[in-house]
């Protein structure tokens, strides 16, 4: 037994917890969770816990059924909104086959995997999200989305509910160990977001699980309703998951160069033409639902075209402005992704994407100084500017052909999501919509 496995029963006794929940994501990014008691945490670190595998979206075929959730132990925490009586710990884990070896359709798993590929390389990968959500009164959505307040980007809203909202859930999240830099209300009304510190993708994938759920708890205490749907009014901002993504080699910046242009480096330069060129190959993945595309091709500031620039909030890359003494801050911003993706494979197809254009040395084009959406589409197509898939079966049938994408997901994984998310469409389009009949209905 190591050290941090140590820690974790010492913790258990000292601080009297009664439950630990061990939790992992399905293929969908849905959090799942097995709750154990103390006496049975030395064998789930021996051995993990055993679980019908086939009964979660994507993680095994039926006849491979049995699979075994190894808890992590560096991932511990105590989960505040339970108590401190008869308390309540969570760990994330690995999912292994009987055999020990690691389950190739765990999320988790996917993107260990794009990370060890990279540390091959010499880089450690971080990422930083900027995660967008709505809060609602709380009522059936059937009966309408009322946002709990008018306010607009940055506004202060007296004894808003948002205030407290965002208050109270980063208390929860930093009494976590999850730290947070940001917070303020967003564009759209009812809309906030708050910005998890960035840290290597594995842990701010695993932020972000906790952070959806904290999330969900936070709404539950107040009485309101917390939604990550990409695009819930037709006439707002969708929720984004802007995510500042650098590579480090060691302690030094790898996107890093005093000399180039913007101060980026060969190496950021090409991870960049890597996004660019696999943009929409990796869209499906980014933005996994029939609602994502909403969002995208809703204005915004949604990015809707293939494009990088520098401080450019049309692009679908941006290169931010930092101060020129601190070179450890150079990073891009890719502004596709959305609140309700799987993190763990949107960030190994994000990782994947650059690596293949740092291994390929792919050209970087030009980048796009003016606004991408006020451009004709002739001037766009005169500067190369391709756009992103409009649908999600546009971006499915993109998808199936990518080998990048299959090779980072794994055949199985790659297949299950080609297929779970083809019936996402056909389901959506047999919908008869309220705008079809409002309109249609007296007309025809």
Known sequence: MDRQQEYVLRSIEERDIRFIRLWFTDVLGVLKSVAIAPAELEGAFAEGIGFDGSSIEGLTRVYEADMLAKPDPATFQVLPWRGEENGVARMFCDILTPAGEPARSDPRGVLRRAMDKAAEKGFTFYTHPEIEFYLFQNSSPEDGLVPIDRGGYFDHVARG?????????????????????????EAGPGQNEIDLRYADALSTADN?????????????????????????LVDAPGSGMHTHLSLFEGERNAFYDPAGQYQLSDTGRAFIAGLLRHAAEITAVCNQHVNSYKRLWGGGEAPSYVCWGHNNRSALVRVPMYKPDK????????????????????????????????????????????????????????????????????????????????ETLGEDTFEFFLRNKRTEWEEYRAQVTAYELQRFIPAL
């Open 327 to 406: 070179g450890g801050s150079a990073r891009v911003e890719y502004r596709a992704l959305d609140s309700a993706a799987n993190p763990y494979l949107a960030f190994a197809v994000l990782l994947n994407a650059g690596l293949k254009g740092i291994e390929e040395g792919y050209e970087l084009p030009e980048g796009a100084d003016d606004d991408v959406w006020a451009m004709s589409r002739a001037e766009r197509k005169a500067l190369g500017i391709r756009s992103l898939p409009n649908s999600l079966r546009e971006a499915v049938e993109i998808m199936e052909t990518s080998e990048l994408v299959a």
């Open 208 to 232: 972000i699980q906790t952070f959806r759920t904290v999330i969900k708890e936070v709404a539950l205490q107040q009485d309101v309703l917390a939604t990550f749907m990409p695009k819930p």
């Open 161 to 185: 509910t948002a205030h407290d909202f965002r208050r109270d859930a980063i208390t929860t999240l930093e009494s976590m160990g999850i730290s947070v830099e940001f917070s303020h209300h």
